[in-house]
């Protein structure tokens, strides 16, 4: 293992001669100042299952890194990568995370990617160079060992497949500020797993499914910022594990059930803009405002 992360002050290219460590099975190089291009010769360090890049400069990920075919984890996530993600990726079937977010990467996520059957986690957030495409399902219906799915900020623009509940054993999926259109799919209720939804800054449309009610696990439930419409479910209440509650920006209407604000005491400290309601604790946090609602109750900041 060569671990010379978190040195701020290297700076500079990573060497060609780093293959000479072919025996290598853990390189961390994150946290550093490195540029340029990640040398191919890197893909002759077949022993290696743990590749760490994150938070560098780097700027072009070669195509022979699908040569590492033990290789269990790869982050390079906040650098400047650019172009396309090599589809040779697909040739590193033992990966289980794939860290790849923060980037300048183009075209689309590909296909390949689907090969990686041993994944559990996939983060791709923050991408803005994604062509603008659909919900990469014919990849992701593969991936049925996922347990966290990360594709904020990366342009998709369509509904979400309802296929999507094939991967059961999600628990935060983030699907956040893209250009997702339609209904929430009634399906998702089937992942039981979930305690992280995020949702929010999109263009969904519809009613909360009461299918959702289904996700006890949830600790965070993020919908703000679509043109969701209609009641809000008083079932809702059932999702005793809710942290944070974010249904601010839609045009929700009727009564605030009272099953929702009984999430939290009645000792809720009232604050910032109207429906902004938090506990004392920072970490519990309910936000319904810019809604037409306003329940006969005292947990309303405009009826209190």
């Given amino acids: 293992e060569l671990d010379l992360s978190q040195n701020s002050h290297v700076d500079g290219t990573i060497p060609t001669t780093v293959s000479l460590l072919r025996d290598l099975k853990v390189l961390v190089l994150s946290g550093m100042k490195l540029s340029g291009s990640i040398p191919s010769q890197i893909g002759e360090m077949k022993s290696?299952?743990?590749?760490?890049?994150s938070s560098n400069r780097l700027s072009h990920l070669p195509s022979e890194i699908g040569n590492l075919e033990n290789l269990k984890d790869l982050w390079c996530d906040n650098n400047k990568l650019q172009g396309k993600i090599p589809v040779e990726l697909g040739k590193c079937t033992n990966l289980c995370s794939l860290i790849m977010g923060g980037n300048s990467f183009s075209g689309q996520i590909p296909i390949e990617i689907g090969l990686l059957t041993h994944l559990t986690s996939l983060k791709m957030s923050f991408n803005v160079?994604?062509?603008?495409?659909?919900?990469?399902?014919?990849?992701?219906?593969?991936?049925?060992?996922?347990?966290r799915l990360e594709l904020s900020t990366i342009n998709l623009s369509s509904s979400i497949p309802t296929d999507i509940a094939l991967l059961k054993q999600l628990r935060h999926l983030d699907l956040?500020?893209?250009?997702?259109?339609?209904?929430?799919?009634?399906?998702?209720?089937?992942?039981?797993?979930?305690k992280v939804l995020?949702?929010?800054q999109n263009s969904l449309t519809g009613q909360i499914p009461m299918e959702m009610v289904n996700l006890t696990e949830l600790t965070r439930f993020d919908l703000l910022s679509n043109q969701l419409k209609g009641p809000m479910p008083s079932e809702i209440g059932m999702m005793t594990n809710l942290e944070s509650f974010l249904f601010g920006q839609n045009f929700f209407s009727g009564m605030i059930p009272t099953e929702v604000c009984s999430l939290w005491d009645y000792s809720l400290k009232m604050f910032g803009t109207p429906h902004a309601i938090a506990a004392g604790s920072s970490s519990s946090f309910l936000s319904l405002y810019g809604n037409a609602q306003c329940p006969d109750f005292e947990c309303c900041p405009e009826c209190a």
């Fill in 48 to 53: 290696l299952e743990r590749l760490i890049l």
């Fill in 198 to 200: 995020q949702l929010n």
């Fill in 176 to 194: 956040s500020a893209n250009n997702l259109v339609g209904a929430i799919p009634s399906e998702l209720g089937l992942c039981k797993d979930l």
């Fill in 129 to 147: 160079g994604f062509d603008k495409t659909p919900v990469p399902l014919p990849l992701l219906k593969q991936l049925l060992n996922l347990t």
